[in-house]
């Protein structure tokens, strides 16, 4: 009995004397652990840094995700193309458009307007809505009315002249306007359509691997929202030009319907619209029907 109480106490004891031991090494092994871990994470970090982004996304997106991308970009060449080009033309126009309104005015006869426009050409709206009002009512006062587009009096026949004029005008200032109000409004939808595919397929490659960390769903999910973002980056600028584009050719046209109803005057009478109070007078080109 005796013998075997002291058994029981010598193996009591070469436990307690290996607990530390055994200690020592779970706790060298969970260190191992997490810097085999932390080594890991950085390195996926750092592949992520390095391989992430557009053009990664660009590169592993399928033959949809692609033809997304191609579209914004041309959506954004298209666009920027232009807000260039009609910024630079009205700028252009309307610089014209001042010089032709100030010789107009000085002018002392319309024989010199006329003179003036058949040696420069009419090259801005201003100038081409005088050249047909003038031969307008030049031609409907020596010919009379030849055609049937010609019945009526003089006033008539010039007033629907000036009304072609100014159509084609605003048809003519208005070219290309279509184009980016439909950019504005469809590269939002474009971008999240590419979005949500790629986020498909990202969610797709997800569910077929091993493990899923972290790090795996960040990465392409956010990859997949670039689209979002590119659409976004696309729209914004053509919805702004369009709206500027718009407004200024509000104000222009409205500038040039003005300068026909004096113009009408000034043919039909000889005089400009001008009351003693030194205030335009909008003289409506509907009431020339009557005549």
Request: glycine share 10%; aromatic share 8%.
């Amino acid at each position: 009995m005796f013998e075997l109480i002291h058994s029981a106490m010598q193996v009591l004891a070469q436990v307690g004397d290996a607990a530390p031991a055994l200690q020592s090494g779970a706790a060298a092994a969970a260190v191992g652990t997490a810097a085999a871990g932390a080594a890991a994470a950085g390195t996926t970090a750092a592949d992520i840094a390095q391989g992430g982004g557009m053009l990664h996304f660009v590169q592993q997106s399928d033959l949809v995700g692609k033809s997304l991308f191609a579209v914004l970009v041309a959506m954004s060449l298209i666009s920027w193309y232009l807000i260039f080009v009609k910024s630079f033309t009205n700028m252009r126009i309307r610089g014209r458009s001042k010089k032709f309104l100030r010789e107009f005015w000085a002018a002392s006869s319309l024989e010199q307007v006329e003179n003036e426009i058949a040696t420069h050409g009419a090259s801005e709206p201003f100038a081409h809505l005088a050249s047909h009002a003038i031969h307008a009512r030049n031609h409907h006062a020596k010919y009379g009315a030849l055609k049937l587009e010609e019945k009526g009096s003089t006033g008539a026949f010039v007033t629907r002249t000036i009304r072609k004029v100014i159509d084609e005008e605003t048809a003519r200032l208005e070219n290309g306007l279509t184009v980016l109000a439909s950019i504005g409004s469809t590269a939002p939808f474009v971008g999240l359509f590419g979005t949500v595919w790629g986020v498909y397929h990202a969610l797709i490659g997800i569910g077929l691997s091993d493990g899923v960390t972290v790090n795996r769903i960040a990465g392409p999910v956010g990859e997949a929202l670039i689209m979002t973002g590119l659409g976004l980056a696309v729209a914004i600028p053509a919805v702004l030009a369009y709206n500027g584009f718009v407004r200024g050719n509000r104000v222009y046209l409205a500038r040039l319907d003005a300068f026909a109803h004096d113009l009408f005057t000034f043919l039909m009478t000889g005089q400009q619209a001008f009351e003693a109070s030194g205030k335009v007078r909008r003289v409506s080109l509907a009431t020339s029907k009557g005549e």
